[in-house]
């Protein structure tokens, strides 16, 4: 196929050998298939700021910090030179994230670098080579759902343990290949101590997993393992090796009016947000 603009710098580097075919356009990016001198991988290509429709994004990136204190500050300030700045940084956010949690235990795809916008990384494959499915593409019997789940909680957890919370977590963001599921697409990833959305982005990504897979063993959909996992991260008591149990006691106390409205508030955005998910999730088919 035709070489992408932002693909062809790596291939006049000889990084990309050649471009095979789009294997998806989302939000945030495009995603090609390359051939690196033997080896199939994926091309992420970022899309500039003006052309993402990823909404909210401030939330996501509060609590972000760089290290260049020059960078900082102009990226505070937001001038041309730190618009680019937290263009690079909303690009490398990824690339970060991806080698932070492989190396925590988490199942994502192996990341080869970031260069100008273009991440290159692992292509996930099915047993028979070909691309491996989103989780809702896939259907399962009932114990699969539960060991899956708990495959995915775990993955969850690790992540807490390691500063970070997914935060656009659901079916649609998840690979299953023939050892299981695979976190993908992370630009978004919260810093779990210092984003005052975390526990509610938290809460968010274990609800869409348990909802997705309750639907094939409903006993799932009445475990309470976000809420579990962030009681035990407050008390500086959850670790990678923790054994959740699902279990939670939660406080007696009157519901917050204002709290209720904004829970109601977030639940209809998510559902707003889920059919926004499934609309793209058919354009790209």
């Not at 299981?180 to 919260?190: H, K, R, S, T, W």
């Amino acid at each position: 196929m035709k070489i992408p603009k932002r693909i062809q710098p790596l291939v006049d580097e000889g990084l990309v050998d050649e471009v095979l075919s789009q294997l998806m356009s989302g939000k945030e990016a495009t995603v090609y298939t390359v051939r690196c001198g033997d080896q199939i991988k994926c091309a992420k290509v970022y899309k500039e700021a003006n052309q993402r429709s990823f909404k909210k994004a401030v939330q996501y990136q509060e609590g972000r910090k760089s290290k260049n204190s020059r960078r900082a500050r102009a990226i505070q300030k937001g001038s041309k030179y730190g618009k680019s700045q937290q263009e690079e940084a909303w690009q490398n956010a990824e690339v970060d994230a991806l080698y932070l949690l492989a190396s925590s235990g988490v199942r994502v795809p192996e990341p080869y670098g970031c260069f100008d916008g273009v991440l290159i990384m692992e292509l996930i494959t099915d047993d028979d080579g070909s691309v491996a499915p989103r989780l809702n593409d896939i259907s399962m019997d009932a114990e699969q759902a539960r060991e899956d789940h708990a495959v995915v909680m775990v993955y969850i957890m690790r992540m807490l343990c390691a500063g970070i919370v997914h935060g656009d977590l659901s079916e649609f963001n998840v690979l299953v290949d023939e050892y299981g599921p695979v976190i993908i697409d992370l630009p978004q990833a919260v810093d779990a101590s210092s984003n005052n959305n975390a526990k509610s982005m938290l809460i968010r990504d274990v609800e869409n997993m348990t909802t997705y897979y309750a639907q094939y063993a409903p006993e799932l959909a009445e475990t309470k393992y976000a809420l579990e996992m962030w009681a035990l991260y407050e008390e500086g008591e959850l670790t990678p090796e923790t054994e959740l149990t699902g279990l939670f006691a939660e406080s007696d106390e009157s519901a917050d009016v204002d709290t209720v409205l904004e829970e109601i508030k977030a639940a209809f955005a998510e559902e707003q947000s889920r059919l926004e998910r499934i609309r793209e999730a058919n354009e790209d088919e």
